[in-house]
């Protein structure tokens, strides 16, 4: 049931209406797609957005919304928009937003309320989405007058694309996007340059310079302070080996020889043994998550270390760093000058990548997973953007495919997402409409957002869906088998449909492979297909992910079972 939505009472010559105000904001701020799903509350807004230059992309849910638009901001580098009813519409958000917190992507997200005279009596979809999004957004705002409008959307996207980016929520009563207010002019705001500090630089060059074995460190922050340039400027003046975490991959290329790889709890051995052994540790825009360092007394234990980050909070918070910079990344990596020696262990570092390489000729005649996954890659080329959901597949994904570039990888890293891969796919085509963006997906994950089939096939987005389908909830199942005694509980999905066929029905081109011979006929048509296309993919249930690193473990601790 819709509430009433009575036409507001004339304006005043001069007058504009709320509503007109915030797509006027939006097309201020640069906005080119918007994500969205109209409802009671947020109708005003629906109504105005008819006319205007924005380009709104109507989901089936609105968790995709926040989740198309967290993918859009990743890749564009600009805020994603993202907009819904009160009460579930809003509620529906919620995940989206906690996912772009979590991984500090900047968000705009807009959200319909009753009106001011009904806040607080439980009136028909009214919910305190203010409080239920405060401790998962950076910024929010209770719109309660129009004239406010414009200087409050500014204000969001300076709060939500500034320092440690973040989402920030604007909660619209209904009575004041229907309500009216002057046009007014907004104050410019000029960012202010933060100060930089040269003892620090000094202090970190004299670390660099008499360090024997360094290593990067290289998590999200690299990408989203747009800092790629700067920090390969940097490994291309010192040589100095790198690993990353699940979002800092393709900041430096993977293919580069001075990376080692992924490190953390499905990172490779070469990476964790790199940590282990290194004298100096350069964190740049990581936090010291629990899931790159393993058990944290026992990471980078003979190291010192400088910590780069756009969030003063996050330096010395898990490790205490011997020198530490809030701010410019890119000022700080340019603003080195030390030259050390790195070539003996840069050089160990690498061959300790070569022994450790991961094997892909698995016996027997099932799909390997990670062998399609690189063959995939490598077919794909050096453009392809790659999204996927959470699970064995996520890991695969990050361990056995080649990322160019950050935007190439988008992966729900803070918040464990499933179903984010779908409507990331959706959101990186929007931003890069010429790339091939390939989505990776589990049979759990998949389902979780499954109606946005019904999306690609309104827009014709060439998204190409990878669905690797062991019938099971595949990551927890492992951990059920190395950490609970092979106690399987409610992890068996094999009464999933035919997803080929649900894709049909949604009017999508669709097809299945279950055995090896049939990988490179799949991935050529999956690769040489005009419109959206998805690939099932059949794989054993059993197969795990390896190494793995047991909870609160140290990283050299990494299980490995090969064949
Ligand atoms: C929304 C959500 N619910 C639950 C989880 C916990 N979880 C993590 S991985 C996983 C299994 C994923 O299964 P699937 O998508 O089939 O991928 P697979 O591990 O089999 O590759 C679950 C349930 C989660 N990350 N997100």
Redesign the pocket.
């Known amino acids: 049931m819709l509430s009433p939505a009575p036409r507001p009472p004339a304006p005043l010559p001069q007058q504009v209406l709320g509503a007109q105000l915030v797509v006027e904001a939006l097309e201020a701020a640069g906005s080119e797609y918007i994500f969205g799903y109209p409802g009671g509350a947020i109708m005003p807004v629906y109504d105005a957005l008819t006319g205007s230059s924005l380009k709104h992309i109507l989901v089936r849910h609105e968790q995709a919304a926040a989740l198309a638009a967290d993918a859009y901001a990743r890749v564009t580098g600009q805020a994603g928009v993202c907009l819904a009813t009160s009460g579930p519409g809003a509620t529906n958000l919620i995940?989206g937003i906690a996912n772009a917190f979590m991984d500090s992507v900047p968000m705009v997200a807009i959200t319909g309320q009753v009106p001011t005279t009904l806040m607080g009596t439980d009136a028909f979809q009214e919910i305190d989405t203010f409080g239920l999004m405060m401790p998962i957004v950076k910024h929010s705002f209770l719109v309660r007058d129009p004239a406010d409008i414009p200087h409050v959307f500014a204000e969001a996207f300076r709060i939500a694309t500034m320092g440690r980016p973040g989402p920030v929520l604007i909660d619209l009563p209904k009575n004041v996007t229907n309500g009216f207010a002057t046009r007014a002019e907004l104050p410019v705001h000029q960012p202010k340059a933060i100060a930089f500090d040269s003892d620090a630089v000094a202090a970190a060059d004299a670390l660099i310079a008499a360090a024997v074995k360094p290593l990067l460190y290289v998590g999200g922050g690299v990408a989203m302070a747009r800092a790629e340039d700067a920090l390969r400027r940097f490994v291309a003046r010192t040589a100095i080996p790198s690993v990353a975490t699940l979002k800092g991959l393709g900041s430096i290329p993977t293919d580069d020889p001075t990376f080692i790889g992924m490190l953390g709890m499905h990172g490779s051995r070469a990476a964790n043994i790199a940590v282990e052994e290194c004298d100096l540790l350069i964190c740049i825009g990581a936090r010291f998550d629990d899931r790159a360092t393993g058990k944290l007394a026992s990471f980078a234990p003979n190291a010192k270390v400088i910590h780069l980050d756009a969030d003063p909070s996050e330096i010395g918070k898990l490790r205490r760093a011997e020198v530490g910079f809030a701010g410019d990344i890119v000022a700080a990596l340019d603003g080195f000058s030390a030259q050390p020696h790195v070539g003996d262990w840069l050089a160990h570092c690498q061959g300790r990548k070569r022994l450790w390489a991961p094997r892909y000729d698995a016996p027997g005649q099932g799909i390997y997973a990670p062998a399609l996954l690189k063959t995939l890659a490598d077919k794909a080329g050096d453009g392809a953007i790659f999204t996927c959901?959470?699970?064995?597949?996520?890991m695969w994904v990050a361990q056995h495919c080649r990322f160019s570039r950050p935007q190439a990888h988008l992966t729900s890293g803070g918040l464990?997402?499933?179903?984010y891969g779908v409507p990331a796919g959706i959101g990186a085509l929007l931003a890069e409409p010429d790339a091939t963006v390939i989505t990776v997906?589990?049979?759990?994950?998949?389902m979780?957002n499954i109606q946005e089939l019904a999306t690609l096939r309104r827009y014709r987005l060439p998204l190409k869906i990878v669905l690797?389908d062991?019938s099971?909830?595949?990551?927890?199942?492992q951990w059920q088998e190395l950490f609970f005694e092979e106690n399987f509980s409610e992890i068996d999905?094999s009464d999933n449909p035919a997803f080929s066929e649900v894709a049909h029905a949604f009017g999508i081109e669709a097809f299945t492979i279950d055995c090896r011979d049939e990988v490179a006929g799949g991935i050529a048509r999956l690769l040489g297909t005009g419109g959206p296309i998805l690939m099932h993919v059949r794989i054993d249930p059993r197969e795990n992910v390896w190494p793995l690193v047991p909870p609160n473990s140290p990283n050299v601790e990494m299980l490995e079972k090969r064949w």
């Open positions: 995940t959901d959470v699970g064995l597949h996520q464990g997402t499933m179903g997906s589990g049979d759990g994950s998949f979780m690797i062991n099971q909830l595949g990551m927890v199942r999905l």
